[in-house]
């Protein structure tokens, strides 16, 4: 068995929002960065565990999506700081850490749990893995974290005219090195 440990600065983690309703063009679908990760993998042949720790402080607006591309300069400082405020304060009330526990048979799926203040969800995830050499081994998958099984309220703009879809895409790139 060996265990690994997460490299926050060769790591990325990102979440991407996407509106729907009536006036959704009126909207932004956003990037979210998470710029601090911590975490941690022990493996056992091809089974494996994972931890990773995601500070709710550490969550940032990338910028606005067009289409995939990231637009960092779509939004106003002002606008920026609000969307902010309300993931941290409403969105995601009393969470500092977003918990993701993981565990996996083999190194292509991920049996995944999130959880928040507000509640849990599982899902699956699938990975794709390669050595990044030195031992160190790259970790990169997209899955789909709902936010009604979170437990997270329904994020609405003004008198219902649009809403965030219940369907976050999270994607993530993560390399791990072995523990020193």
């Known amino acids: 068995m060996s265990e690994l440990h997460l490299d926050p600065n060769a790591s990325r983690l990102t979440i991407h929002t996407r509106a729907v309703g009536m006036l959704a063009r009126l909207a932004h679908d956003l ?3 998470a710029s601090e990760l911590r975490g941690r993998a022990r493996l056992d042949g091809e089974s494996w565990t994972a931890e990773l720790e995601v500070p709710v ?3 940032s607006v990338a910028g606005v999506l067009r289409g995939d591309r990231v637009d960092p300069d779509a939004l106003s400082a002002g606008d920026r700081g609000d969307i902010e405020r309300r993931l941290r304060g409403e969105v995601l009330a009393g ?3 977003v918990a993701v526990r993981a565990s996996g048979a083999a190194r292509d799926r991920a049996e995944v749990r999130v959880q928040v203040a507000s509640g849990s969800a599982s899902l699956v995830a699938r990975l794709s893995s390669r050595d990044r050499g030195d ?3 790259g970790v990169t998958g997209t899955c789909q974290l709902s ?4 437990g ?4 609405k703009g003004p008198l219902g005219a649009f809403k965030v879809r219940d369907e976050l895409d999270v994607l993530f790139d993560l390399t791990l090195r072995p523990a020193s």
């Open 31 to 33: 990037e979210i960065t």
């Open 57 to 59: 402080a550490k969550l």
């Open 95 to 97: 969470t500092e850490i």
């Open 135 to 137: 031992g160190a081994i």
């Open 147 to 150: 936010m009604a099984a979170l």
């Open 152 to 155: 997270v309220r329904e994020v």
